[in-house]
């Protein structure tokens, strides 16, 4: 009688599984209801308008998982696991559904990618992720949503541990809803911020900088930041824009940013932190960005060496208590 496999290997085998249980999850907001108590699947089925017996059976798969836990009744419960998916708080959701839109087919063609080094998006949807947002305002939706998510978990470390003194006017270029540009304003009291992006990275950021009552204090500009980028900031950020580009268009990007600022400005890249790190999350997003884009994350001797073919300088990598760190520059004199 043969060995069993090991158990991470089995694991692995039904790792597309296991996803798009989450994913089902998150859409029927499991997680939500769970938390509040509702444990019993013909409740959970009657709530969700769901088949009893089968969603019985999700739920067992979930617990197998270790995403709920299960009691002999089948009655289900709450696990740190299902609480990191949760609609209420800031999570994994909405990333969970912004991959299961554009990302899983993706990555059913990585040989193309290893074939060709080309991006597998413009190959599988014969566009770039870009222009498929532009056309479909639900992939734009469930974008934005998945980058608040981020942006709210790395903004707390950012004005924690970068030195925002001397900030007066923040230009967040490609901010989407802005989420990371609300928590610099809101810890700047006197500052203002605009928020630059195209028109489907923009939908729904005038809602949400209401929502933080920050109306009065940002200007929203639409456009694409290798065209022009809004003059007169004291601090141009970019989070998470240039892991999106080979190194060609990053340089123009940069460059962009450049002829935008004074001698006084600073421009802070904010970007997973690669530097010798093979940890999962950086490895997964790496190899993510390889397939939609043909980009991928990069270490701090691979951004400086952008700044300077974009006519910038970069000044320090500044750490901070995330997966995520800045990268100031400034332009050569």
């Given at each position: 009688?043969?060995?069993?496999?090991?158990?991470?290997a089995?694991?692995?085998?039904?790792?597309?599984?296991g996803?798009?249980?989450?994913v089902a999850?998150?859409?029927l907001?499991?997680?939500?209801?769970?938390?509040?108590g509702?444990?019993?699947?013909?409740?959970?089925?009657?709530?969700?308008?769901?088949?009893?017996?089968?969603?019985?059976?999700?739920?067992?798969?979930l617990?197998?998982?270790?995403?709920?836990?299960?009691?002999?009744?089948?009655?289900?419960?709450?696990?740190?696991?299902?609480?990191?998916?949760?609609?209420?708080?800031p999570?994994?959701?909405?990333i969970a559904?912004?991959?299961?839109?554009?990302?899983?087919?993706?990555?059913?063609?990585?040989?193309?990618?290893?074939?060709?080094?080309?991006?597998?998006?413009?190959h599988?949807?014969?566009?770039?992720r870009?222009?498929?947002?532009?056309?479909?305002?639900?992939?734009?939706?469930?974008?934005n949503?998945?980058?608040?998510?981020?942006?709210?978990?790395v903004?707390?470390a950012?004005?924690a541990?970068?030195?925002?003194?001397?900030v007066?006017?923040?230009?967040?270029?490609?901010?989407?809803?802005?989420?990371?540009?609300?928590?610099?304003?809101?810890?700047?009291?006197?500052?203002?911020?605009?928020?630059?992006?195209?028109?489907?990275?923009?939908?729904g950021?005038?809602?949400?900088?209401?929502?933080?009552?920050?109306?009065?204090?940002?200007?929203?500009?639409?456009?694409?930041?290798?065209?022009?980028?809004?003059?007169?900031?004291?601090?141009?950020?970019?989070?998470?824009?240039?892991?999106?580009?080979?190194?060609?268009?990053?340089?123009?990007?940069l460059?962009?940013?450049?002829?935008?600022?004074?001698?006084?400005a600073?421009?802070?890249?904010?970007?997973?932190f690669?530097d010798?790190d093979?940890?999962?999350?950086?490895?997964?997003?790496?190899?993510?960005?390889?397939?939609?884009?043909?980009?991928?994350?990069?270490?701090?001797?691979?951004?400086?060496?952008?700044?300077?073919?974009?006519?910038?300088?970069?000044?320090?990598?500044?750490?901070?208590?995330?997966?995520?760190?800045?990268?100031?520059?400034?332009?050569?004199?």
């Amino acid at each position: 009688m043969g060995e069993r496999p090991p158990v991470e290997a089995v694991r692995l085998l039904n790792g597309f599984r296991g996803y798009q249980l989450v994913v089902a999850a998150c859409r029927l907001k499991l997680p939500d209801l769970v938390a509040s108590g509702h444990s019993s699947p013909a409740t959970l089925a009657a709530m969700t308008e769901t088949h009893e017996p089968s969603l019985r059976r999700m739920l067992r798969g979930l617990a197998a998982w270790g995403f709920f836990a299960e009691d002999a009744e089948g009655r289900v419960s709450p696990t740190p696991i299902s609480e990191s998916f949760r609609s209420d708080r800031p999570g994994l959701r909405d990333i969970a559904l912004m991959l299961s839109s554009e990302g899983y087919r993706a990555w059913a063609e990585l040989p193309y990618a290893l074939q060709t080094g080309g991006p597998v998006f413009e190959h599988v949807y014969g566009k770039t992720r870009w222009e498929k947002m532009a056309e479909e305002p639900q992939d734009a939706a469930l974008f934005n949503a998945a980058m608040v998510e981020t942006s709210r978990r790395v903004g707390a470390a950012f004005t924690a541990g970068y030195d925002l003194q001397g900030v007066d006017t923040v230009v967040d270029v490609g901010g989407g809803n802005g989420a990371l540009l609300a928590a610099i304003l809101l810890h700047l009291p006197h500052a203002k911020g605009v928020l630059f992006d195209l028109s489907a990275g923009l939908a729904g950021a005038a809602d949400r900088m209401r929502e933080a009552g920050l109306e009065e204090r940002v200007s929203f500009m639409e456009g694409s930041f290798f065209d022009s980028v809004p003059s007169g900031g004291d601090l141009y950020l970019l989070k998470s824009i240039v892991h999106d580009w080979d190194d060609e268009k990053a340089t123009a990007i940069l460059a962009c940013c450049g002829r935008a600022m004074d001698e006084s400005a600073r421009l802070v890249l904010v970007e997973r932190f690669a530097d010798g790190d093979s940890s999962l999350a950086t490895v997964m997003s790496d190899l993510h960005m390889m397939l939609l884009f043909g980009a991928r994350e990069r270490t701090t001797a691979e951004y400086a060496a952008l700044l300077d073919a974009a006519g910038l300088r970069m000044t320090r990598p500044v750490m901070l208590d995330s997966d995520f760190y800045a990268i100031e520059a400034t332009r050569l004199p």
